[in-house]
């Protein structure tokens, strides 16, 4: 099972990134997914999640910013980040969860190398 990350990148506040999450070695659809971040020097932190049906929830700094979404199809999950922050700044995970809700990443079975994300002011 592999998940690869992708579209990370330097943008300036304010700045728009989409970042893609591609799955093989496992059926997306059978998945629950999320993104986490984190930051130099940090914890893991939730960013948002998307059930296998599509219903999707977000960190509350993400709310309004962050979109997610999932082409099962394509087996690929999409994060949509707009209106930047320095503090967005961190490395981008995705992760898979047989297990649906979870915003904690203990619950999350498989996870992608992660990419960077750097914000400047």
């Known amino acids: 099972v592999q998940l690869q990350a992708s579209g990370g990148g330097l943008v300036q506040t304010g700045g728009s990134l989409r970042l893609t999450c591609t799955a093989s070695?496992?059926?997306?659809?059978?998945?629950?997914m999320a993104w986490f971040r984190q930051a130099t020097g940090k914890e893991y932190e939730f960013v948002s999640r998307?059930?296998?049906?599509?219903?999707?929830a977000y960190a509350d700094s993400m709310k309004g910013r962050f979109t997610v979404s999932r082409d099962n199809a394509k087996n690929t999950v999409y994060l949509q980040m707009n209106s930047l922050k320095p503090d967005d700044t961190a490395v981008y995970y995705c992760?898979?969860?047989?297990?649906?809700?979870?915003?904690?990443?203990?619950?999350?079975?498989?996870w992608g190398q992660g990419t960077q994300v750097t914000v400047s002011s």
């Open positions: 998307i059930h296998r049906s599509g219903d999707t």
């Open positions: 070695g496992l059926t997306l659809s059978d998945y629950h």
């Open positions: 992760a898979a969860a047989r297990a649906p809700y979870w915003t904690h990443p203990d619950g999350y079975l498989y």
